[in-house]
T-cell receptor, first 116, second 113 residues
């Protein structure tokens, strides 16, 4: 079974600084997707960024970028120029694309607080 | 744009009661999921469906049932509610599994007393 591990329950960062959230995963498959979702206090789940395992280039979305290390099964999220609105829970998620079992599996989350 | 609609938003159940959490999407998505989120925790997959008439168990299916008679609807049934089922429930859908973004409903906060 695939598992997703986020080793940092909580993190904080000063506004305008850079923070990196860690995520590791365990799978024996080679074809999969990785995601970072944001959950603000409103509870709404918002997709931040997505990485396809077969692409070596790291995904970027404005201030958000990932460091995808396939051999190490690591998928960290870097937030640059942190803003107060980035305060939220961040979840790393994994989806296997093989075997007809496309389950989206989440880690336990990292609570990020951006301080003014 | 409705997206994924969950009803109700809040519910209090007594132990042993049953209820159905409704989930509907208007995006013609094939994939639908039910998750539960306990306080301070991540989302655990209860059941999922890759299309009408097809459902499968996730990580924590015990105490729940689902059906998928149409593409749009994916109700989650709780039989004989227990305090351990107190949680926030999220429904999600996507068009091509991981190839596209999963859209989430606003969640249902369920308390079993």
């Amino acid at each position: 079974a695939q598992t997703v591990t986020q080793s940092q329950p909580e993190m904080s960062v000063q506004e305008a600084e850079t923070v990196t959230l860690s995520c590791t995963y365990d799978t024996s498959e080679s074809n999969y997707y990785l995601f970072w979702y944001k959950q603000p206090p409103s509870r709404q789940m918002i997709l931040v960024i997505r990485q396809e395992a077969y692409k070596q280039q790291n995904a970027t979305e404005n201030r958000f970028s990932v460091n995808f290390q396939k051999a190490a099964k690591s998928f960290s999220l870097k937030i640059s120029d942190s803003q107060l609105g980035d305060t939220a829970m961040y979840f790393c998620a994994f989806m296997n694309l093989q075997g007809g079992s496309e389950k989206l599996v989440f880690g336990k989350g990292t609570k990020l607080t951006v301080n003014p | 744009n409705a997206g994924v609609t969950q009803t109700p938003k809040f519910r209090i159940l007594k132990i042993g009661q049953s209820m159905t959490l409704q989930c509907a999407q208007d995006m013609n998505h094939n994939y639908m999921y039910w998750y539960r989120q306990d306080p301070g925790m991540g989302l655990k997959l209860i059941y999922y469906s890759v299309g009408a008439g097809i459902t499968d168990k996730g990580e924590v299916p015990n105490g729940y049932n689902v059906s998928r008679s149409t593409t749009e609807d994916f109700p989650l049934r709780l039989e004989l509610a227990a305090p351990s089922q107190t949680s926030v429930y999220f429904c999600a859908s996507s068009s091509l599994g991981g190839r596209t973004e999963a859209f989430f409903g606003q969640g249902t906060r369920l308390t079993v007393v």
